[in-house]
């Protein structure tokens, strides 16, 4: 990876069109890129939220799933997770799956910066004690999934606005016993099937 970190540009069919550094491509009129988020669970069924660093130029402060990141140029969709989790929060992944492969959203802060993003959707578990990256994250909170669930459907917890997309679309996609279907990886935007 280079010493600039780059996020993927896609045109509206999700396919590459190229490179930007992710430290400039958020303001405005920021183009259509590449990201993930995952959602973390432990053992019992309870979900990681992270409160996202006071000093993030995009949302700061705010609670929202357990993490979010861009799979570098080149980099596959899972490999970047599993980086981003061990970078961002301390911890190995087990058990991940692809949950929501076409999720799009955009949303706009009060100062007019923008996100649009295609940004897959993947559950896991962890069984490791979480040590969060300062730099990322101000806070972390273990929610039972359906507490959580139930807050943010209901608008009495808030959430940053692509976790509220996201739990509502998780819901929708929640299997027997707490699990979560799986989604076939052929619907990811064709820039994310490396």
């Not at 004690?129 to 459907?153: F, S």
Request: aromatic share 6%; charged share 20%.
């Amino acid at each position: 990876m280079s010493a600039v970190e780059e996020v993927v540009l896609l045109d509206e069919s999700g396919r590459a069109v190229g490179t930007a550094p992710k430290a400039g491509v958020h303001h405005g009129s920021t183009p259509l890129h590449l990201a993930f988020s995952c959602y973390v669970f432990d053992g019992a069924g309870s979900l990681l939220l992270t409160r996202r660093a006071l000093h993030k130029p995009t949302w700061p402060g705010v609670w929202t799933n357990s993490f979010c990141g861009h799979p570098a140029p080149g980099e596959s969709l899972v490999e970047a997770v599993r980086r981003r989790a061990g970078q961002e929060l301390g911890v190995t992944l087990d058990g991940l799956e692809l949950v929501l492969p076409a999720f799009r959203y955009q949303a706009e802060m009060a100062d007019g910066t923008r996100e649009n993003e295609m940004c897959p959707v993947f559950v896991a578990r962890t069984r490791d004690e979480v040590h969060a990256e300062a730099e990322e994250v101000a806070d972390t909170a273990w929610v039972p999934w359906e507490t959580l669930a139930a807050d943010v459907t209901n608008g009495v917890r808030d959430v940053s606005p692509w976790c509220v997309q996201q739990v509502r679309d998780l819901l929708a996609a929640q299997g027997p016993a707490g699990s979560f279907l799986a989604a076939d990886p052929a619907l990811l935007p064709p820039a994310a099937r490396l």
